[in-house]
């Protein structure tokens, strides 16, 4: 079946201005994140989403950022007055469902994320 | 200290050689465990949980150890193709957040 799809692939704007960045989850994946990686750092979580229930906003690291879900389908996050340090790949990520499980492991497990292939954001 | 630390390496290895990373982790309530592999410029793929018993897929074996917070990675006569960057996943229950590491860059020379 169809992956993580992420929409567009590559974003350039200009400091100021606002993007918004989409995520479709494979279907019936209950938990979304959104993660950011700036340029040779490793993953920083955003925001999650899971079901039905408020998400997440815990990571987002500032009011300029904020982002939706509907239902349990697409997300799209959107950052507004964008600045140069915002220039970052975003990776958006679903899962069966967002809780650890414990060690049952295994592909496919509950709490297995799947990646998209990521929006790379260049502000200039 | 960090929640999750790896040595990021490059870790510059010949063909067919065996090759070992560590993954430390600060939370003693973890209770999921991964290996993560990406590609430069790629999203990040899984590669394998790691089970408490340890668990083997092929050429690569996943360890625990919970005594001492860390887990570890052990791939068997590497290819080229490994050269990626192997990335750390700790979870713990209760919670939906995942703590990645930074990652640990693996090269494989020919």
């Known amino acids: 079946g169809a992956g993580v799809s992420q929409s567009p692939s590559n974003k350039v704007t200009e400091k100021g201005k606002d993007v918004e960045l989409r995520c479709d989850p494979i279907s019936g994946h209950t938990a979304l994140y959104w993660y950011r990686q700036r340029l040779g750092q490793g993953l920083e979580f955003l925001i999650y989403f899971q079901g039905n229930s408020a998400p997440d906003k815990s990571g987002l690291p500032s009011d300029r950022f904020s982002a939706e879900r509907t239902g349990e389908s697409v997300s799209t996050l959107t950052i507004q007055r964008t600045q140069q340090e915002d220039s970052a790949v975003y990776l958006c990520a679903s899962s069966p469902s967002g809780s650890p499980r414990g060690l049952a492991g295994g592909r496919g497990a509950q709490d297995t994320q799947y990646f998209g292939p990521g929006t790379r954001l260049t502000v200039l | 200290r960090k929640e999750v630390e790896q040595d990021p390496g490059p870790f510059n290895v010949p063909e067919g050689a065996t090759v070992a990373f560590n993954c430390t982790y600060s939370n003693s309530a973890s209770q999921s465990f991964f290996w993560y592999r990406q590609d430069c410029r790629k999203e990040p793929k899984l590669l394998m949980s790691?089970?408490?018993s340890g668990n083997e897929d092929g050429r690569f074996t996943a360890q625990l150890n919970r005594a001492s917070q860390y887990i570890s990675l052990l791939i068997r006569d590497s290819k080229l193709s490994d050269s990626a960057t192997y990335l750390c996943v700790v979870g713990t229950s209760g919670t939906y957040k995942y703590i990645f590491g930074t990652g640990t860059r693996l090269k494989v020379l020919a």
């Open positions: 790691v089970y408490s």
